[in-house]
C-alpha cells in the first residue's frame, strides 16, 4: 500500500515559519489533505486538496505539493500551533485512506 | 456545522466484542459517508474503514477484515462501529469522521470527540 513518511519532529521559534514535509512516491499525483491534533482533542483538517483552507483557518496556515515531496508550511508561528500534525492522501489501492506517521510541532 | 457526538469509554476484556456510536446533529446522517479511524496511546492515526462516497458499500482496512462491522441507523442519525475478537492491541481512541471532497480525493471534515476503549483482562 501507499506510503506517506513525515519527520517525527520540527522545532521552531515563534515568529518564524515552520515546514512540515509529507513524502510519498509521485505525491505531486496525489490531493493532499493536513490535519493538526492537539493533545487530548480529536484532529482537525487545517488543509484540503493540496493547499485549499477550511474556513476558520488563518492564512499563515499554506500547502504545497510536487513530485515526491508535500509541505505544510505555518508562518508566523504562534506558541498555539504547537501540535501533531498529519498529512493523508485517498489512494485508489487496497487501503484507499493512508495517514502520514505525523510530525510533532515544537515551539521553542 | 455537522456536530458527532460519540458514545462513551468502554473498557472490555480480550476476545469481546465493541460497538462505539457517532450520532449526527445539525445535518442528517445519509447526507455524509461516515468512516473510523483509531488512535493507539502515543500512535498515529490509523484508518480502519467506512462507507464508500461513491457507492455506499463498506470499504474496510486490510487488517480489520473479518473483525469490524460498520452500520447506520437513519431513523436516529448515528453510525455504529463494531470491533470483535479484541486484543490488547485494539486498545486506542477510535473517532468517527465524515468525508467530503471529489472522488479519490476525499478527506475527513469534521470528527467526534473520540471514544476510549481498553482491552484489558
Known amino acids: 500500500s501507499y506510503v506517506l513518511t513525515q519527520p517525527p519532529s520540527v522545532s521552531v521559534a515563534p515568529g518564524q515559519t515552520a515546514r512540515i514535509t509529507c513524502g510519498g512516491n509521485n505525491i505531486g499525483s496525489e490531493r493532499v489533505h493536513w490535519y493538526q491534533q492537539k493533545p487530548g482533542q480529536a484532529p482537525v483538517l487545517v488543509v484540503y486538496?493540496?493547499?485549499d483552507r477550511p474556513s476558520g483557518i488563518p492564512e499563515r496556515v499554506s500547502g504545497s505539493n510536487s513530485g515526491n515531496t508535500a509541505t505544510l508550511t505555518i508562518s508566523r508561528v504562534e506558541a498555539g500551533d504547537e501540535a501533531d500534525y498529519y498529512c493523508?492522501?485517498?489512494?485508489?489501492?487496497?487501503?484507499?485512506?493512508?495517514f502520514g506517521g505525523g510530525t510533532k510541532l515544537t515551539v521553542l | 456545522q455537522v456536530q458527532l457526538v460519540q458514545s462513551g469509554t468502554e473498557v472490555k476484556k480480550p476476545g469481546a466484542s465493541v460497538k462505539v456510536s457517532c450520532k449526527v446533529s445539525g445535518y442528517t446522517l445519509t447526507e455524509f459517508s461516515m468512516h473510523w479511524v483509531r488512535q493507539a496511546p502515543g500512535k498515529g492515526l490509523e484508518w480502519m474503514g467506512g462507507f464508500d462516497p461513491e457507492d455506499g458499500d463498506t470499504i474496510d482496512a486490510q487488517k480489520f477484515e473479518g473483525r469490524l462491522t460498520m452500520t447506520e441507523d437513519t431513523s436516529t442519525d448515528t453510525a455504529y462501529m463494531e470491533l470483535s475478537s479484541l486484543r490488547s492491541e485494539d486498545t486506542a481512541v477510535y473517532y468517527c469522521?465524515?468525508?467530503?471532497?471529489?472522488?479519490?480525493?476525499?478527506?475527513?471534515?469534521?470528527w467526534g470527540q473520540g471514544t476510549l476503549v481498553t482491552v484489558s483482562s
Open positions: 493523508q492522501v485517498w489512494d485508489s489501492r487496497s487501503d484507499p485512506v493512508v
Open positions: 469522521a465524515t468525508v467530503s471532497g471529489s472522488y479519490i480525493q476525499y478527506y475527513f471534515d469534521s
Open positions: 486538496d493540496d493547499s
